[in-house]
Every structure is written in structure tokens, then in C-alpha cells.
């Protein structure tokens, strides 16, 4: 019977260990993960009027990135507060406009002028496309992603953002 109780608790004991050993590697990688920084992705994209924005053009100023569609509701509700936040702060801060879906530049060009929008458009195409994902998984739209003067993350939103929230983005 002193056997068996050895056998058990010696069992238990290791499997203990080993749990905890597992424990402490998720905590540390998670530790880890946390520590490292993320940093505005290299990028070369094309706006509707021609002019190229680059990951180094935008360095010094706060870089927000919007991917939108013209047949998203929440994009097309938050566009107003966008043109809103860029006419106030467009001496600090950089917004590119990334259309996510494959439509003509004629008919983008006069979708955003109904729309009165002030900032960069650029347009889903065979140059510009394969780089939207450098920025990372857009998974619903609109996604925005807005980037310090120095190119650190410091807000990720899935969803409309309002005046309030891009403020709130750039006093991080």
C-alpha cells in the first residue's frame, strides 16, 4: 500500500512540475510578446491624384490608417469625421485612405468628391493592393491603424471611429 502511494504521489509530483514549467513558458513568451513594439510596415503606395507615400515621407507626424469600401456603412458614416479630424490636424497627422475593393479610379474619384475628402485616397489596384497587406490582416472594415510620429502602433480599431477616438489615438 506504501508502494502505491509512492508511485502516486511521485506521479503527481512530476506532472506538477512539468505543468508548471509550461505555466511559466507561456507567461514569459507572453511577457515577451508584449515587449516587442509594433512598427508602421514599409510601404510605397500611390494616392488617385499620383503622389507616392512612403513609410519614410511619413515619418514626424502621426500616420493613421483607414481601410474602407464605398459599400461599407460604418466607412461611409465615419468619413465626415475623418475629413473633420485631417482639416484640424493635418499639420501633425498623415490619414491614407485605403479603398479595399476593386473599383475604377474614375469612380472612386467622384465618390470621394461627394464625400468632400481632404485626405489621400489610394486605390486597391495591381501596384498598390499587394501592399495593403503589409499593415496587417483586415478582417471587417473599416480597420484603422494609427501610428506615433516615430511609427510605433499605439491604436488598432476594427469598427467607425469617431473625432473623439482619433484624438483620444493621438494623445497616446
Not at 488598432?156 to 484624438?167: C, K, P
Request: with cysteine; net charge negative; glycine share 6%.
Amino acid at each position: 500500500m506504501l508502494k502505491k502511494i509512492t508511485i502516486i504521489l511521485s506521479l503527481f509530483l512530476t506532472m506538477a512540475f512539468a505543468q508548471a514549467i509550461t505555466i511559466s513558458d507561456i507567461i514569459e513568451s507572453t511577457k515577451e510578446a508584449r515587449q516587442k513594439e509594433v512598427r508602421v510596415p514599409d510601404f510605397s503606395l500611390t494616392d488617385l491624384n499620383g503622389n507616392v507615400h512612403t513609410d519614410e515621407s511619413t515619418k514626424g507626424k502621426y500616420l493613421v490608417v483607414n481601410f474602407w469600401a464605398t459599400w461599407c456603412p460604418p466607412c461611409l458614416k465615419e468619413i465626415p469625421a475623418f475629413v473633420e479630424f485631417y482639416e484640424e490636424n493635418k499639420d501633425k497627422v498623415l490619414i491614407l485612405g485605403l479603398d479595399y475593393e476593386q473599383a475604377g479610379k474614375k469612380a472612386l474619384i467622384k465618390f470621394t468628391d461627394t464625400f468632400m475628402v481632404n485626405y489621400p485616397i489610394i486605390l486597391f489596384d495591381e501596384k498598390n493592393g499587394p501592399q495593403f497587406t503589409n499593415f496587417g490582416e483586415v478582417f471587417g472594415m473599416p480597420t484603422t491603424y494609427v501610428y506615433d510620429p516615430d511609427g510605433r502602433l499605439v491604436d488598432f480599431r476594427m469598427g467607425e471611429m469617431d473625432i473623439a477616438d482619433l484624438q483620444k489615438a493621438i494623445s497616446k
